[in-house]
C-alpha cells in the first residue's frame, strides 16, 4: 500500500516542483528546510532531555518538574509543528528516498512513542502539579518513561541521520 | 601550500582514516554521534543565549542557567569536536576545498573569542545583573552574537553535505 502511495506521490505535481533541480530556488528550497529541521531538533532535544533528566532526578533540580514543563512545553510543540512542515517537504520532494526508507520508517514510530510520553507529561501535571511525586509507583513510573523517552530521542536522531545512508532506491 | 596538502595527505593516509573510508558502516555511525552531540551544544548554549537576550527563564539567575546548561555544551562540544576530527580524518583534502567547512571552522572559532571576551569581561560584573529579567547590553549582545555564531556552524556543517 505504502508503496502504492509512494509511486503515485513521486508522479505528483507537487514532487515534480520540489525536483525541479535546474532552477536555483527551487533547488535552495531542501537544504534550507533540512537546515530549520535540524535546528528545531537541537530545541525539542534539549527541552525533551531537560524534562527527563528531571523526572530521573540527574538534573534541573533547581525546578519543580511542572515549571520546567510549563516554560518547555511550547518549545517542544513549537518545534515539531516546524519539524513537521519541514519534514512533510522533504518526503513529498523525495518520496521514495523516505516512505520506504527503514531509517524513516524507524524514525516514525519512535516519534510516536515519544510524543504520546510527552502528551501524556503534559496532561497529567496539567491536572496535579506533582502527579508524579505521589507514590513510589508513580516515582518508578516516570522513571521509565524518562528513560524510554531519552533512549528513543537518541534513536530518531540516528535513525533520521541514517536515512541518508538507507535509501533503497536506486538498486 | 604544498605543505598543507603534505599534511592532509599524511592524515589521510593514517590507518584510522583508511579503515574510516573503507567500512561501510563507520562514517555513518561516527556521524551519527556527531549530529547528536552537535545538537545537544546548540540546544544549551542557545538557552543560555536566549536567558542573556531576556528571552527565557528572566526569573531565574542568569549564573543559575550558566551553571545548569555549560556542562552540557562542553561535553558534547569535546565530543563533536572527536568524532568531528574523525571524519575529517578519513577525506581532508575533500573538505579543504569546500568552502562552507572552511566558514563552519571560523564560525567556531568566533563563537570562542566571543565566549573568552563574554566570560573575562563582561561576566565579572554579572553579581549586579544576575537576576535582572533583561540583562545589560554587553550581555545581550554577546548572546545575540553567540546564537548567530552557532547557527551559522550547524548550518554549514548541513551544507557540506550538499557541495
Redesign the interface.
Known sequence: MLEGFTEWLSLSRTTAIFSDTTSFWTWLIIPISQCVHIICVAIVMISVGMLNLRLLGIGGMRQSFAELARDLMPWIWGALTLLFITGTIQTVAEPGRELLNVGFRTKMVLLAATVAITLVYERTVKKDPHYWEHSPERRKMAQVLATLSLVFWIGIAAAGRLIAYLDVRHG | MDTVIGILQWINDQPLADNIRGSYWMF?AI??IH??A???V???I??LDMRLMGL??RN?PVT?VSE?MLP?TWTSFVVATVFGLLLWSSKPIDYFQIAFFDVKMILILLAGVNMLLFQFVTFKTVAQWDRDPLPPPPARFAGALSMVFW?GV??CG??I??V
Open positions: 555513518p556521524e551519527t549530529v547528536i552537535i545538537v545537544i546548540l540546544g544549551s542557545t538557552r527565557v527563564w531565574r543559575e545548569e552540557w547557527l550547524v548550518i548541513r551544507l553535505g550538499f
